[in-house]
């Protein structure tokens, strides 16, 4: 399936372009800070990076275990993308290693969104069950080593 988006830049006049890859609805997508790459989110279980200097072909392409991915967001200083599938999976992905390390979140049940706070310290994972609907906070764990610390 091709998936036609209007992209305008600040210095550009408006332009359309196909992409060509995903193979059913697209759900999601994410500009990265830097302004040429974007992430979309699909029912077809991937999640695509595309480089707008070129969109013959996907940056690159991240398979979710089970289901449609439902929410992509970068990081504000751009290292991490983060991947929500619709149920179950939340991928956390190292924009500088070319997206191929990644850390799983396994989570059991449904999610409506995934976001970072403005200081990247926290994600924030939607939960939309009827009954607890809630918002699930993940705070990012720094490793602080000294050197008397190995004495």
């Known amino acids: 399936m091709d998936c036609l988006y209007t992209l ?3 210095s550009q006049e408006l332009r359309a372009a196909t992409m060509e890859g995903h193979l059913d609805y697209l759900f ?8 040429r790459i974007f992430a979309t989110g699909n029912q ?6 595309w480089d707008i200097r070129n969109l013959a072909t996907p940056v690159s392409v991240l398979k979710g275990n089970m289901v449609a991915v439902r929410s992509v967001c ?3 200083d751009g290292q991490f ?4 599938e619709a149920a179950d999976f939340v991928h956390v992905c190292n924009t500088k290693l070319n997206y191929e390390k990644r850390q ?3 989570l059991f049940g449904e999610m409506a969104g995934v976001s970072l706070s403005p200081d990247d310290e926290t994600l924030y994972i939607g939960v939309p069950h009827w009954i607890y609907s809630s918002l699930l ?3 990012k764990r720094h490793r602080y080593g000294y050197l008397d610390s190995f004495v």
């Not at 999601?28 to 302004?35: E, I, L, R, T, V």
């Not at 077809?44 to 990076?49: A, E, G, I, P």
Request: glycine share 4%; hydrophobic share 35%.
């Open 44 to 49: 077809d279980k991937t999640c695509r990076l």
């Open 81 to 84: 993308l983060v991947v929500a």
């Open 8 to 10: 305008q830049m600040e």
């Open 104 to 106: 799983e979140i396994d």
């Open 137 to 139: 906070q993940y705070n």
């Open 28 to 35: 999601a997508s994410a500009w990265h800070p830097d302004g």
């Open 74 to 76: 970068f990081s504000s």
